[in-house]
């Protein structure tokens, strides 16, 4: 059988596919073949650009500073959205049996041989549920990465909530919210055809660049109540602390890079005593109603949603490509010259 292969940045815009040894699955493993798995089009495409926070310093996770450093080590695995088939479980597993569909985050890579207690941290003991295709499992990590930022907004029954950014996770934002009791969600993206997945989600949308989102979530009232940025642009994270009410809250869950020299704090920020709270539960970072909400709970309420339809994502757009192209994807992610919502890496 042909080793399979995994998918590794070895410098930044340069990508390889290199082969990796995997065995049968030990006593406490499961080998799984991979169907598909997603791209992270803001911290994967970062990363590829070498542009990311990681470029020249390094995270201390135990001191929690960024520190200046050597720059990130290469090759790099990229990826946290996979989706396979288990096809060998060890003696000693239960939970899982050969034929499972599951969802892992872990790198795009053709197969894998993991331990169950590994697995199992990342709230996965058992297969996905009935009704969760492929397809829609790989949403299923930026389904749990929303859900926590519409929780980090506390929002109240009635309430209105401005999203900001589009993407997959805004999308996911808009129809979160809702279910969270917004009243009214307004959604701002300069992409039309984006808006106009988000109006098909009941989302009163604008384009931040031909209208002020400050007043344009002023027009029924005196803002709105809360923000949530996901697009990474802190020009848009000025306008979402633009957007909402004197003591409004703002949700910053972009992937933010750089310096953020539009984000005039002596401006909305300060006269409205506007609260902005950062959302990721990466590096460690526990929910805020942590123990009662954790990582594993997150993905079993979104596992639920996207199984049943409740979170709509067969309609939004997906480019399937396959995993023997994907440095040509990730170049024309890079460029602009795709414009998919969602790409999924498909293996044989």
């Known amino acids: 059988m042909t080793a399979p292969r995994r998918l590794v940045l070895t410098g930044p815009r340069t990508l390889a596919l290199e082969p990796v040894e995997i065995g049968p699955p030990g006593p406490r493993q499961v080998r799984a073949r991979g169907l598909l ?36 080590d290469y090759p790099q695995a990229l990826g946290y959205e996979w989706v396979g088939r288990v096809e060998a479980v060890g003696d000693a ?46 949403y299923l990590s930026i389904a749990s990465i ?19 950014g589009l993407g997959a996770l805004g999308l996911l934002v808009v129809q979160l919210a809702r279910l969270s009791g917004a009243a009214e969600v307004v959604a701002f993206d300069p992409d039309a055809a984006r808006r106009a997945l988000a109006q098909d989600l009941h989302a009163i949308v604008a384009d931040p660049m031909e ?79 942590a123990p009662r909400w954790d990582r594993a709970r997150l993905r079993q309420t979104v596992e639920r949603l996207l199984a049943d339809g409740t979170l709509a994502v067969d309609a939004l757009p997906m480019e ?10 990730y170049a024309a992610l890079d460029e602009g010259r795709s414009t998919a919502l969602k790409t999924v890496l498909v293996y044989d």
Request: aromatic content about 6%; overall charge negative; proline content about 6%.
């Open 320 to 329: 399937r490509v396959p995993f023997a192209r994907a440095a040509e994807v």
């Open 37 to 72: 798995s997603a791209i992270s089009h803001g911290t994967e495409l970062s990363l590829y650009r070498g542009t990311s926070p990681f470029a020249d310093k390094t995270f201390d996770k135990d001191a929690r500073l960024f520190t200046d450093g050597a720059g990130p």
């Open 146 to 164: 929303a859900l926590q930022a519409v929780h980090d907004a506390r929002i109240r029954l009635g309430d209105t909530v401005a999203v900001f």
């Open 211 to 289: 209208t002020d989102p400050g007043a344009v979530s002023r027009a029924h009232g005196p803002g709105a109540d809360v923000a949530i940025e996901f697009s990474g642009s802190t020009a848009a994270l000025h306008q979402a602390i633009r957007s909402v009410r004197q003591g409004g809250a703002v949700v910053a869950a972009g992937f933010y890079q750089g310096g953020a020299a539009p984000l005039r704090l002596g401006e909305e920020f300060l006269h409205n005593r506007v609260t902005v709270r950062a959302s990721t539960p990466a590096w460690d970072n526990p929910h805020r109603a």
């Open 93 to 138: 597993v239960t939970g899982l049996a050969t034929g499972d569909l599951v969802h892992l985050r872990l790198p795009h890579q053709e197969a894998y041989v993991v331990d169950v207690d590994e697995v199992a941290a990342m709230g996965v003991t058992g297969p996905l549920p009935a009704g969760l295709t492929p397809d829609r499992a790989a």
